[in-house]
C-alpha cells in the first residue's frame, strides 16, 4: 500500500521540492542562473553604394541601408543600448574580380561606411568581416585559382590588407570569416606592425559549412558562382568546417589562440550549442556565436505566418545560446530585443 495520504496534504517524505524555487516571479528572478543582455549582443548590418535603404527580400524585417541609412540606424539603435554593429557590404557587379582587390580600396564602400558610423555614433564599436566573398567574382571568401582550388596563403596576403583598410578607417574589431588557415596571426602581424595593436580581432573560430547562410548569401548576392571556363567550387567546404566535426573545432581554437585571436566565435549558433559548450569549457577568451540569417529567418516567418510567439521564441533561442556558454551573440533581432529588455 501507498503511504501517500490525500487527506494528510501529501507525502511527508517529500523532502526536496525543486517547485519551491519556480513559486513566484521574484523568487524565480532570484534563482535564474543565466541572464540576457543588451551589452551581450552585436547586430549585423548589410549596406550598399546605392541611396536607397531597400528591404530585403530573402531576410524580412532587415534592410540593405545606404551610408546615410546605416549611420542614422547605427545611432538609433545606440540609443536603444545596442552599441556594436558588424556590417556586410553588398558590393556592385563591376567592382568584382578574381582576386578581390576592392576589398581593401581605402576609399571603398567598408571605410567610408565606418567613417559615417563613427561620426553619426562615435562609441558605436563598430565590427567589419574580413573575407573576399562580397568582393570575389567566383563568390568564395579566397581567391580561386585556374585549377578550381581555393588559394590559402595569397588570400591572407589580401585578408591582411583588407584588415589593415578597416583598420585604418576606425574599426574597433576585424572579424575574419574566411576560414583560412593562419590568417588570424598573420593579420595580427600586419595590425601590430602598422601601429594598430589596438585593434581586436574576433575570430570566426569554428565557422561551419551550412545551409543557413543561404538567406545571408540572397542579401549580398554573394554565393559561388559558376564559370564556363574554370572549375569553381559549388560549396565551401575545403575551407568551413565540416558539420559533423567537434574536435577540430577544439584544434581551429588552439590555432587561434596561438595566433592572438581576442574573441573566438561559433557559428552558426542555434544547432552548434555543443561546440558553443566545448569552446566555452576549453578557453578563457570572451567566446561569441552568430545565429545567423536562416535561423533568423525560421523563426521570423514561422513568427510572420502567426504560428510563434516571436518575443517569447526569439528570447528563448539567444537564452539557449547564452546558456550553452556564449558571452556575447550576433543576432538579427538585437534592435527588437533591446526593445524587449
Ligand atoms: C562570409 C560570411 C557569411 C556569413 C557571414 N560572413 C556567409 C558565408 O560564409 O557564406 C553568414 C551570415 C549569416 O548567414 O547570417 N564570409
Known amino acids: 500500500m501507498s503511504t501517500f495520504d490525500l487527506a494528510a496534504g501529501g507525502d511527508p ?109 562615435p562609441d558605436t564599436c563598430v565590427v567589419t568581416d574580413v ?71 574576433m575570430s570566426y573560430t569554428a565557422k561551419y559549412a551550412s545551409a543557413f547562410y543561404g538567406p545571408f548569401r540572397g542579401a549580398l548576392d554573394s554565393a559561388p558562382k559558376e564559370s564556363s571556363d574554370r572549375p569553381i567550387p559549388k560549396d565551401k567546404s575545403t575551407y568551413q568546417m565540416d558539420p559533423a566535426n567537434v574536435r577540430e573545432a577544439l584544434r581551429e581554437l588552439e590555432l587561434d589562440e596561438g595566433e592572438g585571436a581576442d574573441i573566438v566565435m561559433v557559428k552558426p549558433a542555434g544547432a552548434y550549442l555543443d561546440i558553443i559548450r566545448a569552446l566555452r569549457d576549453e578557453t578563457n577568451l570572451p567566446v561569441a556565436a552568430y545565429q545567423v540569417s536562416g535561423e533568423y529567418l525560421m523563426i521570423k516567418s514561422a513568427a510572420e505566418a502567426g504560428w ?8 528563448e533561442s539567444l537564452l539557449g545560446i547564452r546558456r550553452a556558454g556564449a558571452d556575447i551573440i550576433l543576432t538579427y533581432f538585437a534592435p527588437q530585443v533591446a526593445e524587449w529588455l
Open 131 to 201: 573575407a573576399l566573398d562580397p568582393y570575389s567574382s567566383d563568390g568564395h571568401d579566397g581567391i580561386v585559382s585556374d585549377e578550381g582550388e581555393v588559394l590559402n596563403d595569397e588570400t591572407v596576403a589580401v585578408l591582411c590588407e583588407q584588415a589593415l583598410s578597416h583598420a585604418r578607417a576606425g574599426a574597433d574589431i576585424v572579424a575574419p570569416s574566411d576560414m583560412m588557415d593562419g590568417r588570424v596571426g598573420s593579420i595580427r602581424a600586419v595590425l601590430d606592425q602598422e601601429g594598430f595593436s589596438h585593434t581586436s580581432i
Open 13 to 121: 517524505d517529500l523532502i526536496s521540492r525543486p517547485r519551491r524555487n519556480r513559486r513566484t516571479s521574484a523568487i524565480r528572478s532570484m534563482c535564474r542562473e543565466t541572464k540576457l543582455e543588451v551589452s551581450q549582443l552585436i547586430y549585423p548590418m548589410f549596406l550598399h553604394a546605392d541611396a536607397d535603404d531597400v528591404p530585403i527580400a530573402s531576410m524580412p524585417g532587415q534592410t540593405r541601408w545606404s551610408l546615410d541609412g546605416l549611420a542614422s540606424e547605427a545611432k538609433r539603435v545606440y540609443d536603444l543600448g545596442v552599441d556594436k554593429v558588424v556590417i556586410f557590404p553588398k558590393v556592385d557587379e563591376s567592382l568584382k574580380t578574381r582576386t578581390g582587390d576592392e576589398a581593401f580600396n581605402p576609399d571603398g564602400l567598408i571605410p567610408e561606411a565606418i567613417k559615417r558610423i563613427k561620426n553619426a555614433s
Open 308 to 315: 510563434l510567439d516571436e518575443k517569447a521564441v526569439v528570447l
